[in-house]
């Protein structure tokens, strides 16, 4: 008897709740719904995705079918625009990957630049004089103030003060002298 009845007729059946009416639906255009889903998206997997999403999502939808177009044409309806959402989803993923790609990236750059510079100032402060060393590793990355390291060093504020001022002088020269060459 189902097998007679009018799409439009099982639609309205099944918007009211009736599950067999809904069932005999999915039955008859469960392959309708693949093969245009297939067509939208060019594969297989994901026309299988797409297909479940719609059939778990039609008995929610189907209570807005008011049989103003024929069933069929209200389910393409359906199927187009899941496919058209899917594709909207893609798209925000796919550019929040490379979002997250030019950050990471950007984050690595920075953490090799930070690496760079650790590694040059480590050269760079072997080449100055043990009293200069010193000076420098205390002070460095505001560890200590100038009359904290004076503190630790046995020497006045000023000297550490004048010994941090020649440091700066020597590294420009340094770093002046390598990009020279």
């Known amino acids: 008897m189902r097998m007679k009845t009018s799409d439009e007729n099982l639609a ?3 918007a009211a709740g009736d599950a067999d009416a809904f069932a005999t639906l999915l039955a008859r255009h469960y392959d309708r719904v693949f093969r245009l889903a297939f ?3 060019g594969r297989a997997d994901q026309a299988e995705d797409l297909t479940q999403d719609i059939c778990a999502a039609l008995p929610s939808k189907i209570v807005g079918f008011r049989a103003e177009a024929r069933f069929t044409t209200w389910l393409y309806r359906v199927v187009v625009n899941a496919a058209e959402d899917a594709r909207r ?3 925000r993923h796919t550019r929040a ?21 650790v590694d040059w100032l ?9 009293d200069l060393q010193d000076t420098l590793a205390l002070t460095l990355e505001d560890e200590m103030t100038h009359a904290e390291a004076a503190e630790v060093l046995g020497v006045s504020e000023g000297t550490v003060s004048w010994r941090m001022s020649d440091i700066r002088k020597r590294l420009r020269a340094l770093r002046q002298e390598e990009l020279a060459q």
């Open 12 to 14: 309205k059946a099944a």
């Open 39 to 41: 067509r939208l998206t």
């Open 89 to 91: 989803r893609a798209t």
């Open 97 to 117: 990957a490379h979002g997250w790609g030019d950050v990471e990236q950007m984050r690595r750059a920075e953490v090799q630049e930070t690496a760079e510079a």
């Open 122 to 130: 480590q050269r760079a402060m072997r080449s100055l004089p043990q």
